[in-house]
């Protein structure tokens, strides 16, 4: 059983930058692959970044390349988005989840955190 607990969430402007962070804990917490998804108002939920167990692969969707950065810090058990340049349509709940495999797909991800608000005015 793994736990997260999403955080950091917030307003911001466009341009600007957050950083949110996803503790996890569980016996075997460490050994899982990362991902952060959002759901848009009125949206599916989509996928933004993963990041393997050890931190040493990470790939990120289209829309934020260049600009969202994921990491994981296993000795403190979290793993970040680092999110700069964020525009209007990075609005969503940001949800930070875990999976036995690196992916992109939300069935992949067994472990799901309750959710954090990020809302970028314009």
């Known amino acids: 059983q793994v736990q997260l607990v999403e955080s950091g969430g917030g307003l911001v402007q466009a341009g600007g930058s957050l950083r949110l962070s996803c503790a996890f804990s569980?016996?075997?917490?460490?050994?899982?692959?990362m991902g952060w998804f959002r759901q848009g108002p009125g949206k599916e939920r989509d996928f933004v970044a993963a990041i393997n167990w050890r931190g040493s692969s990470t790939y990120s969707a289209d829309s934020v390349k260049g600009r969202f950065t994921i990491s994981r810090d296993n000795a403190k058990n979290t793993v970040y988005l680092q999110m700069n340049s964020l525009k209007p349509e990075d609005t969503a709940v940001y949800y930070c989840a875990a999976s036995t495999i690196l992916g992109d797909r939300e069935r992949q991800y067994n472990y799901w955190g309750q959710g954090t608000q990020v809302t970028v005015s314009s």
């Open positions: 569980g016996r075997t917490a460490s050994n899982y692959a």
